[in-house]
């Protein structure tokens, strides 16, 4: 296999198996409850124009035990870079999700950034410019309960490149600008040129693909589409390897959608996708667990045929409708393609996979 992809393929998956396995239930914490903005020091401003007709000022708050930010009008990149002993020159653009109106910090950026340096890929967390909102926290958070409480009549999101562009110009150019300034000072950072990825979450998902298909000068070498667009869009010839990963009871994203791997497999181009019965919207980095020690550490050696993986409640359940609760995400299925065509179907339940291992 090419280098460049296999290592990839390797980050991708790193990825998804930390999104979805830890050592124990993450407590939730729902209220959303404003902090002080942190200090970044290491944040690198991109210098992209301030958001247009902007007003409010970028704000934080913490919920599900992580941080999010809003009100973004100043982009950023923030370096987390690996040990240089472990370096291997392939970098990743984290893009976290919010529905382009919060930015997920921690849970689908920094704790993203840090799993990947430890894993010697440099990685670079996006705080990209973001749709206004409310500036008092109720204000904000009824404009998200309006938002999620009509996810399932909003019209399809825009399925070609350019449609897709402009939906989210602002956004685009962030994205655009971050990896002009990677390939500035790669030899800075220790990182090839060429190995350059992105991965997304959820809207962070749509700003990768769309940087893919539609960011001129771009150019990502990979992709992680992560609880993101999964409907069939259209695909060039030259469109980069695409891993995703979603659950199918994702409350978003239609029942467990997988047009986009048509598309892929349609432009012949590397796909490979994961899908998990269980799970909701928005689980990234949360710690999930084993039901006990002694299933841990049978699941961790792959000695269970049932052992079943417990994700918390994910953030936009209650937004969305769903019950409150622990997920029993007993079924794991992977759908895998390294050349383009579905290869390989597995599930949990027969013992043919020990999902810690792929």
């Known amino acids: 296999m090419n280098p460049v992809l296999r290592t990839a393929r390797v980050a991708a998956i790193g990825i998804a198996a930390t999104c979805t396995l830890a050592a124990s239930a993450l407590a939730q914490k729902d209220k959303m409850t404003p902090v002080p903005t942190p200090a970044q020091p290491n944040a690198i401003e991109l210098g992209t124009p301030p958001l247009p007709g902007a007003t409010a000022q970028e704000s934080w708050h913490s919920q599900y035990g992580s941080l999010f930010a809003r009100n973004v009008t100043v982009a950023t990149l923030t370096p987390y870079l690996p040990d240089p002993s472990i370096a291997s020159g392939t970098a990743v653009v984290v893009a976290p999700g919010g529905g382009f109106r919060t930015l997920s910090m921690e849970n689908e950026g920094s704790n993203v950034a840090k799993a990947l340096a430890a894993k010697g890929v440099a990685a670079f967390v996006l705080k990209y410019r973001l749709v206004q909102t409310p500036?008092?926290?109720?204000?904000?958070?009824?404009?998200?309960?309006?938002?999620?409480?009509?996810?399932?009549?909003?019209?399809?999101?825009?399925?070609?490149?350019?449609?897709?562009?402009?939906?989210?110009?602002?956004?685009?150019?962030?994205?655009?600008?971050?990896?002009?300034?990677?390939?500035?000072r790669a030899a800075e950072w220790h990182v090839d040129p060429n190995r350059i990825g992105m991965v997304g979450f959820s809207a962070g998902a749509m700003l990768t693909l769309t940087t893919a298909l539609a960011?001129?000068?771009?150019?990502?070498?990979?992709?992680?589409?992560?609880?993101?667009?999964m409907g069939a869009m259209t695909v060039p010839a030259d469109a980069p390897p695409l891993f995703a990963a979603v659950a199918i009871d994702d409350p978003l994203l239609g029942g467990g959608e997988t047009g986009i791997v048509k598309s892929w497999i349609a432009a012949k181009r590397p796909?490979?996708?994961?899908?998990?019965?269980?799970?909701?919207?928005?689980?990234?980095?949360?710690?999930?667990?084993?039901?006990?020690?002694?299933?841990?550490?049978?699941?961790?050696?792959?000695?269970?045929?049932?052992?079943?993986?417990?994700?918390p409640p994910f953030p936009c359940q209650r937004a969305c409708g769903a019950e409150p609760g622990t997920i029993d995400s007993s079924n794991f299925m992977r759908i895998r393609t390294n050349t383009p065509r579905v290869v390989k179907f597995d599930d949990t339940r027969s013992g043919s996979v020990n999902p810690l291992t792929l």
């Open 135 to 184: 500036p008092d926290m109720a204000g904000f958070e009824n404009s998200m309960r309006q938002m999620f409480s009509g996810a399932a009549r909003r019209p399809p999101r825009p399925s070609t490149p350019d449609s897709m562009a402009a939906s989210i110009a602002p956004q685009l150019e962030d994205a655009r600008a971050a990896f002009a300034l990677i390939r500035k």
């Open 271 to 311: 796909v490979e996708v994961h899908l998990f019965e269980q799970g909701g919207h928005g689980f990234g980095m949360y710690p999930k667990g084993w039901p006990s020690p002694r299933l841990n550490r049978h699941g961790r050696r792959g000695n269970t045929r049932r052992a079943r993986l417990f994700p």
């Open 215 to 229: 960011g001129q000068d771009a150019k990502p070498a990979f992709i992680g589409d992560i609880y993101g667009p």
